[in-house]
């Protein structure tokens, strides 16, 4: 899937530490959705991190324009 493999590229899990890094993911995300995938309304992105165990979590809230169908996806990005 291109869009994890963009999140896994774009975003160093060690790098995040801070709301400013945050919110530069939720924005980017952003971006990149509106850019590519005119299928979808986005409604909500949250981006939560543990700066303890060097972890992302993203969950992304949007609706499936054709549908008006609400929908989830959400990923937990993990140094190996």
Do not use: G
């Not at 952003?30 to 005119?38: Q, S």
């Amino acid at each position: 899937n291109k869009f994890i493999t963009f999140l896994f590229q774009a975003f160093n899990v060690f790098d995040v530490n801070d709301n400013i890094t945050l919110s530069q993911i939720r924005d980017e995300i952003a971006v990149h959705l509106a850019n590519h995938e005119p299928r979808i309304t986005i409604l909500n992105i949250e981006v939560d991190n543990s700066v303890e165990t060097y972890q992302v979590f993203v969950r992304i809230t949007y609706m499936i324009k054709t549908n008006n169908k609400t929908e989830e996806f959400s990923i937990l990005l993990d140094r190996v």
